[in-house]
């Protein structure tokens, strides 16, 4: 007998039409990060043939999780492209009926924001979608936006959809953990809206919150540091999980292709399947995973502190259906974590604790 997600693919499956797809030519932005990797071994699966992009296709340590994937060899192919570089997709991209766009800049460290995150963004979604317009082939853009570029504001909302827009101004004067990233994609996603209307380009975005679960790359995915710092301690990203929103990286995946797939689809598509507050997580975290003395009290946090949703209604009734619970993806995530080496198998002693 299938097991419920199997059942669950197969009904997706015949939803997405898999027959039709073999030897079709898609191209993924930031092919060897958390989404753009996952995204691949997908599109593989599916019988695209997929020319990746990475920045150094010669760096073995950043690309060998791809050439290791099945059908690799047979499927999928490596181009050098910088969203830095002004035309530098447009070789990758020439003969390709789709495009996913998901590579960007996810550096929160950054001394240079202006320069190393906000302009390469904005800079780069253009030039992916110049190099969609001259090559005459490409039938859809599939952007991978964030919700960062619709629920940054001074004024929160019980919940949020396609229509909400994130305040630059707010977060270009609070500076708050992450806030260039928030700045880039809202930037560069209106960027994009206004070049597509101009030169009639089939685009859709994708807005997924935190991206949670199993992974192929080698190092720590970005979101990963965020959504498992109950069990790290990072406190400075308390506040991006404090009533966070949550998305399984292969629904995410999935919802990429089916909104690639489906005629219908047209405009934003919020992807979050479940939300939650930091305590709430906390409680999940620490009853899974007692060896990690998570906290399940926070400073600052009121413990009937409300989640907010971000409803993914117009998602939904395109016909798409999510597979994972909250639990499935921090367990995928955690699991891999540790098989990588990149978590302890254990916290000795309790971290930020404030009994």
């Not at 550096?107 to 979608?129: A, C, H, R, W």
């Not at 080698?218 to 949550?246: C, D, R, V």
Request: aromatic residues 8%; proline residues 5%.
């Amino acid at each position: 007998m299938p097991t419920e997600n199997q059942m669950k693919d197969m009904k997706q499956n015949s939803i997405m039409g898999s027959s039709d797809t073999e030897g079709e030519i898609v191209c993924v932005t930031g092919g060897s990060g958390f989404i753009g990797s996952w995204l691949i071994k997908l599109l593989l699966e599916r019988g695209y043939v997929v020319r990746a992009t990475v920045r150094d296709p010669d760096n073995s340590k950043k690309v060998k999780h791809l050439l290791e994937l099945p059908k690799a060899e047979t499927h999928l192919t490596l181009w050098k492209a910088d969203l830095a570089e002004e035309g530098s997709f447009d070789d990758a991209i020439q003969g390709c009926t789709g495009v996913f766009h998901v590579a960007t800049p996810m550096d929160f460290e950054s001394k240079d924001p202006e320069n190393e995150v906000i302009k390469p963004t904005i800079n780069g979604v253009l030039s992916i979608m110049k190099a969609c317009a001259k090559a005459k082939t490409v039938r859809r853009l599939v952007f991978t936006s964030s919700a960062g570029t619709i629920d940054v504001a001074e004024q929160q909302k019980p919940c949020y959809d396609e229509t909400c827009w994130s305040d630059l101004e707010f977060i270009q004067a609070k500076k708050m953990t992450g806030w260039m990233y928030f700045v880039s994609k809202t930037m560069a996603e209106q960027a994009a809206w206004k070049f597509a209307e101009e030169n009639n380009i089939d685009f859709v975005s994708i807005i997924p919150p935190l991206v949670v679960g199993p992974f192929i790359m080698q190092s720590m995915p970005p979101s990963l540091i965020t959504a498992l710092s109950p069990i790290t301690g990072n406190e400075a990203h308390y506040s991006i999980i404090k009533q966070g929103q949550f998305i399984h990286l292969d629904d995410l995946c999935r919802a990429h292709i089916f909104l690639f797939e489906n005629p219908k689809a047209e405009g934003r598509y919020i992807c979050a399947s479940h939300h939650a507050t930091i305590i709430d997580l906390a409680k999940m975290l620490s009853e899974k995973y007692p060896e990690y003395n998570v906290p399940t009290k926070f400073k600052d946090v009121d413990e009937n502190l409300k989640s907010v949703e971000f409803s993914s209604k117009k998602l939904l009734d395109l016909g798409f259906e999510f597979k994972y619970s909250l639990e499935d993806m921090f367990v995928g995530a955690v699991e891999t974590c540790r098989e990588k080496g990149l978590l302890p198998l254990s916290n000795e002693k309790k971290i930020n604790n404030i009994d």
